[in-house]
């Protein structure tokens, strides 16, 4: 056998035997280590049974290798048993879910016991605990497609970073889907810009204005901890404001398209519109100007307000054109004289969501290695950065973001732990106000 | 005869939004509304069969309906694909179509931004209580895709979604309110022509009536900007393809052959596919013909990263949207309600 690094599962199988034969010294790179079965088979456990872990769940099941999932984790019974109902219906007669009773974990603390039995694991819950479950899952070598941010606050980056680190060593492939990077318009119109179409970036417009997201509200006998955990979107320490859960995902383009992260930031936001009680303490606009190493300045707009001029999109100009870019498979480059120089119009593309768990299992079965923890956790950390600069209506560095932002996370994590912000006698929660909000430890 | 149709008498054009639409459908709509033999006659429950305007109580919008009066026609081609033949002959009773698709303007009023407040002049047709209706969630992305929302119409929008509009509306108004059916549709969009357009066969005029590939530069465009059909219906050929009430069936038609139709639905029992109608600012020439046919296709919600997908709004779906129509004689309240179509979760 020639290949010493990142075994395939076939190769896996072949060093598992040699391990039980009394061969203890494991090198680092073997991975995926709760493999118990003789065969080709990738067990999968899903931790986060929302909306988006169904999904990434019913994609991961979609691919061509031979996956199973074996268990499943949420800090909710309800969360659990709904997603377990609509994987049945979905593969009802086939044997990927083969979940068992036992194997079905509910809490603040499910996802080790369901990460212990996986080769692969999918980190979709709230953003706050990614760093806790990357962390934990690198450190049980498990192969990782996890959802974005990264986590919520700057101390969770740190821990990504690190865990991201560990991950490299060890060759296990981590997907994070910020699926633009997946998606074949985005990948297209980089190829251009790497081939110099529209010269260097000099400047961008970024966007995520829509008119905003769901809303649970209060029901009688929740703790204010159960409270938070249902209505995530609206508490930074689980969300990170929609600058950060949402439209991360464009800030993420004008990292990648220009190369680089930025230097500092300064901005302005507030909650103009959406200010009931029931939407907690994040702010309905975030209006930042990031400034690169290279001297391109992005502009980064994102509101949740109805009834305003929606956009979700990416528009950079260069130094010899200008690009726009967009989810719908579109992307288009023209000179300033109005020419369209490149067009890619891609209809009927491949669904990114799907692509970015074909690549994360083709991989795992030959033996090649993606990671996008280390970019993603850097991206993450720019609209964390963005967030900081908006709150605190400060310039804010990088570097002081990262090496300073404050922890938003809560000490412990039971149903009557306190989180960190709670409400005032009317169930107002303390909302940022630019000018006085300190964002970084002293 | 009666010649006092609304607004007429006051010297007033009874669309608010007349200077948006072509003026050259205005003699072909007053020849329908003033032809002998086609006088207004109030039905058994006193409606006047006339063209007005709803109006959307809280709001400056109003949805201009023309009367669409039953008859027998041919539906299908025999020349056409498999789907749309054999042409047979089918009957529809009396109706009001909006002259427009649905605008995001109206829309919103319904989702997003809703506004509940009942018409003054509430009809009886209906009983709803607005409150009650189901309202669209709020979508993550710009489901316009960057093409503007002002004065356009609607698009990326389910059967469910539509529907629930129509439902929305018929609260609000107390007027019974739902979606065409195909045979309702091609009989409004022919209005009486046999030809594949309602205006002839001669595609090179195509432009003067309709926004398709061929003169969309890739876009939808402002409702009512093309010439309309004798019935007074803008946009029936192309901007953006429409709803009906049925469930899609290539061959629906076979089963119909040799017969005479009375007032044909589908019923839908499975979540794809369903037929829209009249095709879009996408398509070619073919799929913009009165008798084309669209199946819908879970591709339409290929990029929503959630399951269940949503029941509301398609990802992928630019090229649809709606128009609502309202049956002259009001149904049973048991007749409404097996329109009002439950929702199928979407995995």
Known sequence: MKKTTNPTRRDFCKNTALLAGGMLALPLDITASAHVLGDDTIKIALVGCGGRGTGAAMQALSTKENVKLVAMADAFQDRLDDCYKILATKFAGSDKLMVKEEDKYVGFEAYKSAIDKADVVLLTTTPGFRPIHFEYAVSQNKHVFMEKPMATDAPGIRRVLAAAEVAKSKKLNVVVGLQRRYQDSYLA??????????????????????????????QPGQTEMEYQMRNWYYFNWLCGDHIVEQHIHNIDVANWFIGEYPVHAQGMGGREVRTDKKFGEIFDHHFVEFTYPSGAVIASQCRHQPGCVDNVSESFQGTGGKIYTDSQNK??????????????????????????HDVLFANIREGKVTNDAEHAAKTTMTAILGRMATYSGQLISFDDALNRGKSLMPET?????????????????????????????? | MDLQIPGFGKNKLPFRNINRASVTGWPLLLCVLLLPGEIPQNSGNQQTFEAYEEQLQGSAETIPMVPVRGGTFRMGNDQGPAEVSPAHEVVVGDFWMGAYEVTW????????????????DRGEEVSLEVDGIA?????????????????????????????NFCKWLSAKTGRFYRLPTEAEWEYACR?????????????????????YGGNSENRYHPVGQKTPNSFGLYDMHGNVSEWTMDQFSADTYAGRSGSQTENPWVVPEKLYPRTVRGGSWKDPAEA???????????????????????????????????RVIRPRITPSPEEISKYWLEAIDDY
């Not at chain 1, 149903?415 to 430890?441: F, I, S």
């Not at chain 2, 489901?143 to 356009?152: P, Q, V, W």
């Not at chain 2, 209005?191 to 926004?211: K, Q």
């Not at chain 2, 046919?293 to 779906?317: E, G, Y």
Request: proline share 8%; with cysteine; hydrophobic share 30%.
């Open chain 1, 331 to 356: 992307g288009i480059i023209s000179g300033y004289d109005g020419k369209i120089l490149y067009e890619h119009m891609g209809e009927n593309d491949p669904n990114p969501y799907q692509t970015e």
């Open chain 2, 288 to 322: 913009l013909m009165s008798f084309a046919r669209l199946p819908s296709d879970p591709a339409w919600k290929r990029i929503d990263p959630q399951i269940p997908k949503s029941r509301w709004w398609f990802t992928n779906a630019s090229h649809v949207g709606f």
């Open chain 1, 189 to 218: 119109c980089l190829q251009q810009i790497r081939d110099g179409k529209i010269g260097q970036i000099v400047s961008g417009q970024v966007y995520w204005n829509s008119a905003g997201v769901w809303v649970n509200e209060r």
């Open chain 2, 135 to 163: 309202s669209a969630t709020t979508p993550y992305v710009d489901m316009s895709h960057g093409m503007g929302k002002r004065g356009y119409p609607v698009i990326n929008v389910t059967q469910y979604a539509a529907l």
């Open chain 2, 105 to 120: 303007d109206q829309y919103e009023l319904f989702s997003g931004k809703r506004n509940n407040q009942p018409n003054p």
């Open chain 1, 413 to 442: 994590y039971s149903w009557d732990a306190m989180p960190r912000v709670v409400p005032d006698a009317d169930g107002h929660y303390p909302v940022a106000v630019p000018g006085v909000t300190q964002v970084l430890e002293t």
């Open chain 2, 191 to 211: 209005a009486g022509s046999t030809e594949p357009y309602y205006f002839g066969s001669d595609t090179t005029r195509l432009h003067e009536y309709a926004w």
